[in-house]
């Protein structure tokens, strides 16, 4: 065969593979848009920090820096403006409801999982990339997160970005790279206060590859806060101050508290799915060691700034910046797998059929059979999940309880049934007490059972030991309620962190019911 014919058919064997990648990346796409859309109003139930986010959100489109009957900032409620920002926007697409939000949380998802897909066959290769961007997109936790409308989605995409970006600079040290990076910090750390982490690792990264542009480099990723932050203080300096105390004591803990967070969250996380464990090994099995080295930075800083406040199953939407990580160790440790597990196979086999006679007859077709076998075993798995994707979001409602059930309103029609009886009845000068995950849908002064603790100066779980009437736009108490909704999430979660609540829930259940729906109890107060 000449040289010419060699080359031809290697360049048609490329061309092949780059067509079926292209063709498989295509359904790939279709699959994660599907599986993050379909039904993506009622399932899963809606969860209380939606409610909260559509709140804020909405009052920014009004004009007011309010979160359901605090004024001030959205510090208060740890929140900064990059994500309300995007919702303001799909409310003028969508309409206020919160499916707009979850279409930004969804949109969000897949632009990440092209976005890692894109950036992993640059740094490392087409079938890792593939791999890991089909890993994320049928993740069991990434899939849940992805269908809730969380901050922590639409940063999920700048810690890609930034990752991407920060190894594209470590390559050819062209400022452009340097620049983009940085703006994705700054995204990342607005859109939420855990990516400041990306800050860190960026300002590592930097540092380690070019030590002269750290400075300026440091300055650009900090330059959004510090115009955010002073922007607030013209705006209410009171309220931010006091705000950022909240804050401080919220993340405050001794190091010796960190650490035992840190250790707490850790073993949570690695209670959610295999997917974590073997993710975190895959990261360290990467190849190429400048964007192993760049990834295991982002990846571990994260993960320590994330881990080290607030212990608990119920914080794990704070990790969703490390799903990605998670996806391409994962895709990598299955790869590294199949091929050691391969090897070791066939070199089995070929002993155990060396005495057989025309025993090399039989060296090709062992060979493909040991594959076919040791893919299955990988792989089969990873298509069973899949198809449970599919039938999870196949149903209007969730057919299967979930993790964040305690959180959540898990029968959206009859949270809708309540709230729209209470805006039948309901003046909009009248206050109505409910959980945030339903709230934001009440069209009168509604505000949740924390604020009506913090504003009797009871200590709570997210507002410590209170905070300022002035702060409050109306009075929050429940003498001045004239409909309360008491739910689940007063009964358990809220009665779990704050014992204080279940006087004043036995005292609500002394009122008239005038409601009762699923889990939905609405109260209305005589006295008034």
Not at 89 to 104: E, H
Not at 227 to 233: M, S
Request: no cysteine; net charge positive.
């Amino acid at each position: 065969m000449t040289t010419s014919a060699v080359s031809t058919r290697i360049e048609r064997s490329i061309n092949r593979e780059t067509v079926l990648a292209h063709l498989a990346f295509v359904l790939l796409f279709a699959l994660a848009v599907y599986l993050r859309v379909n039904n993506l109003a009622w399932n899963p139930g809606w969860y209380s920090d939606e409610g909260s986010d559509l709140n804020i959100a909405r009052n920014l489109a009004e004009g007011r820096l309010q979160y359901f009957a605090l004024g001030g900032t959205p510090l208060v409620a740890a929140r900064v403006p990059f994500f309300h920002f995007a919702l303001v926007g799909a409310f003028s697409l969508w309409g206020y409801d919160v499916l707009a939000a979850r279409l930004v949380a969804a949109i969000a998802g897949v632009a990440t999982i092209i976005l890692l897909y894109y950036a992993a066959r640059q740094m490392l290769n087409e079938r890792l990339a593939l791999l890991a961007a089909f890993g994320l997109t049928i993740m069991p936790n990434a899939l849940l997160y992805d269908r809730i409308g969380l901050a922590y989605n639409l940063q999920a995409f700048f810690f890609v970005l930034g990752w991407w970006t920060l190894w594209r600079f470590s390559s050819d040290r062209h400022v452009r790279w340097l620049v983009v990076a940085a703006l994705a910090a700054g995204a990342a750390y607005m859109t939420a206060l855990t990516g400041l982490a990306l800050v860190v690792a960026g300002a590592l990264i930097v540092f380690w590859y070019d030590a002269r542009r750290v400075a300026w480099a440091l300055g650009l990723m900090l330059l959004p806060g510090a115009l955010y932050l002073g922007a607030l203080f013209l705006l209410a300096p009171d309220a931010l101050l006091q705000d950022l105390a909240l804050i401080v004591s919220r993340t405050g803990d001794s190091v010796s508290g960190q650490i035992f967070n840190l250790i707490t969250n850790y073993s949570f996380w690695l209670d959610w799915t295999v997917w974590i464990g073997i993710g975190i090994a895959g990261l360290f099995l990467l190849e190429d060691r400048r964007a192993r080295g760049i990834t295991l930075i982002v990846f571990f800083v994260t993960l320590i700034n994330a881990m080290r406040i607030l212990p608990g199953d119920a914080s794990a939407h704070r990790y969703l910046g490390l799903l990605p990580f998670i996806a391409l160790g994962s895709a990598n440790f299955v790869l590294r797998a199949r091929r050691f597990l391969s090897a070791q196979l066939q070199n089995d086999v070929r002993e155990l059929i060396a005495r057989l006679p025309y025993w090399s007859r039989l060296d090709r077709p062992v060979n493909a059979a040991v594959s076919i076998v040791v893919g299955g075993l990988l792989f089969a798995p990873l298509i069973w999940m899949g198809a449970w994707d599919y039938y999870l979001v196949s149903s209007r409602e969730a057919p299967r309880s979930t993790r964040l059930d305690a959180l959540l309103a898990t029968k959206p029609h009859d949270a809708i049934a309540v709230t729209d009886f209470v805006n039948t009845h309901a003046q909009s000068t009248d206050v109505v007490l409910a959980s945030p995950t339903i709230a934001w849908r009440i069209q009168a002064r509604a505000a949740d059972f924390e604020q009506m603790l913090a504003f009797e100066g009871v200590a709570t779980e997210n507002y410590g030991a209170g905070l300022p009437r002035a702060r409050f736009v109306f009075q929050a108490s429940l003498e001045n309620a004239t409909y309360v909704i008491v739910d689940n999430l007063w009964r358990g979660w809220g009665s779990q962190r704050m014992p204080a609540l279940r006087d004043y829930i036995r005292t609500i259940e002394t009122w008239p019911r005038v409601l009762q729906r699923g889990e939905y109890s609405v109260y209305r107060n005589p006295a008034r």
